[in-house]
């Protein structure tokens, strides 16, 4: 099955500077990467996404890329602000034939903004 | 108000004992899941529902079992909660087709003693 690995474990950052969240996967036959937003106390939440038929999604600050070739994506988050403290989790998910396939998430990144 | 709501929010339980935590949405999503959060570990899937009459296993449903009571309420027991099955549970909702967006709710956390 699906194995996807993320780093770092945790993410200290000033506030304004950029954070980079990076994720493998092992199944070539992943075509859907999302990251997750998990504020203290609440549940996961759907922050930014790309599926494999494109290298670069962008929204506001936030920014994902993907390589296929490598299997791996990369979550970017510019002049970082204090609300974007949190754990961010990236997942992979392949389609099935019922257009619906299983997230495998990785281990979570907790990130500390710093003023 | 909330779209996916949890009960309870917070539960200890003692070893042996029968436990059932609850989900309900209003988002009129035919999907439905329960997952396992612990630290290091990220989310793991414990069972899925496409709708009414149909529940899949997922990764670690040993010790679990499901029931969708109606499209809108997910339960997940455990039969005889052990001191490992101590974690934060989620439950979430797709609507299905090409929208892969996971709607989650805000947690059950459990302590088994």
């Known amino acids: 099955g699906e194995n996807v690995e993320q780093h770092p474990s945790t993410l200290s950052v000033q506030e304004g500077d950029s954070a980079v969240i990076k994720c493998t996967y092992s199944d070539s036959a992943s075509n859907y990467f999302p990251w997750y937003k998990q504020e203290l106390g609440k549940g996961p939440q759907l922050i930014i996404d790309?599926?494999?038929?494109?290298g670069e999604k962008k929204d506001q600050r936030i920014a994902v890329t993907l390589n296929k070739t490598a299997k791996h994506f990369s979550l970017h988050i510019t002049e970082t602000q204090p609300e974007d403290s949190a754990v961010y989790f990236c997942?992979?998910?392949?389609?099935?034939?019922?257009?619906?396939?299983?997230?495998?998430f990785g281990a979570g990144t907790q990130v500390v903004v710093t003023p | 108000d909330a779209d996916v709501t949890q009960t309870p929010r917070n539960r200890i339980t003692k070893t042996g004992k029968r436990i059932m935590l609850e989900c309900s949405q209003t988002?009129?999503?035919?999907?439905m899941y329960w997952y396992r959060q612990d630290p290091g570990l990220g989310l793991r899937l414990i069972y899925y529902?496409?709708?009414?009459?149909?529940?899949n296993k997922g990764e670690i449903s040993d010790g679990y079992s499901v029931s969708r009571q109606a499209q809108a309420k997910f339960s997940l027991s455990l039969e005889s909660a052990i001191p490992n099955q101590t974690a934060l549970y989620f439950c979430a909702t797709s609507v299905g087709g090409s929208s892969r967006e996971q709607y989650f709710g805000p947690g059950t956390r459990l302590t088994v003693t």
């Open positions: 988002k009129g999503h035919d999907r």
């Open positions: 790309i599926r494999s038929n494109v």
């Open positions: 529902s496409f709708d009414v009459k149909d529940i």
């Open positions: 997942a992979a998910s392949m389609k099935t034939t019922d257009s619906w396939g299983k997230l495998q």
